[in-house]
């Protein structure tokens, strides 16, 4: 199993990260955890395409996670993938369907490439056959607690505690080749994701509050610091620990300094805070 953080940032416009984004390589298997703003040229940065995927997986639909969704499916489409895995919490079909539908809000562009001729002969030059079939992406519907079997990999969830009652938040768990990867999405503390983390070669968590920022209590709740998030991965016996989801106020070298030393002052395992294009090998 093959780990490369494409987005490691939050919503914030911020050169040095994208929006949330992962993707996982197994066997012939490229699955994408999230896609936030940005990760689409990230991806293609890190030597693949959005064609490449075959699977999206999306732990909660905030824009972070999402905002570059259509230009996946559309470049995937332009490359000739017509459809991808694409799983999620609802209302991701409605979404789709706002973007991609017959009504939706690329159909003019949709309608342009696939019946203006000039664009028909482009398509048939590069290998493409008539009629063109317009994106299809084939979308699954998901609750918290949802299963899926891939080919040599398997991943499980469990709510996040996050955004609710507006959005449906997730954590995830792929296990392959006798390894694990706990993603935990967007989340708070909870007995159910560190459930999820027991034992995890890997844990990739949100850190979205540094330890001195504690003046909102309700804030502080919902967003574990780097201290917290230790301590709950030495609990739940996690080989290797990555924080993510940087906000530019605090990614600077003193930022990342103290947010480290605050992960391995509660963690004594291997911790790192997450780079967009860093790769993991399991
Ligand atoms: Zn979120």
Request: aromatic share 8%; with cysteine; net charge negative.
């Amino acid at each position: 199993m093959k780990i490369t953080f494409l987005g490691t940032g939050s919503p914030e416009s911020h050169a040095r990260r994208a929006s949330s984004g992962y993707l996982v390589e197994v066997g012939t298997d490229k699955i994408l955890l999230d896609c936030g703003g940005g990760v689409v040229s990230r991806l293609i940065e890190s030597g693949r395409l959005p064609s490449d995927v075959t699977h999206l997986f999306f732990t909660h639909l905030h824009t972070d996670h999402m905002m570059d969704y259509g230009r996946l499916i559309h470049a995937a489409w332009d490359e000739g993938r017509v459809s991808m895995k694409v799983i999620g919490p609802a209302p991701i079909a409605s979404i789709t369907e706002k973007l991609f539908g017959k009504d939706g809000v690329l159909s003019t562009d949709l309608h342009a490439r696939t019946e203006n001729q000039g664009s028909q002969e482009v398509w048939l030059a590069r290998g493409g056959t008539l009629p063109r079939p317009w994106p299809s992406p084939e979308i699954s519907e998901v609750e918290p607690g949802f299963y899926y079997e891939g080919n040599g990999w398997k991943l499980t969830s469990c709510s996040a505690p996050h955004a609710q009652p507006w959005l449906t938040c997730m954590a995830f768990r792929i296990e392959a080749e006798g390894k694990s990867f706990v993603y935990s999405g967007d989340s708070a503390l909870s007995a159910e994701v560190e459930e999820l983390c027991k034992d995890a070669d890997v844990l990739l968590h949100w850190c979205y509050r540094m330890k001195e920022e504690t003046s909102n209590t309700f804030i502080a709740s919902m967003s574990p610091s780097p201290d917290q998030i230790g301590e709950m991965a030495e609990r739940a016996g996690v080989r290797q620990l990555f924080i993510t989801h940087m906000r530019k106020k605090t990614d600077t070298e003193k930022g990342r300094a103290k947010a480290l030393a605050d992960v391995k002052s509660t963690f004594t395992r291997e911790a790192k805070i997450a780079e967009d294009l860093d790769m993991v090998k399991l």
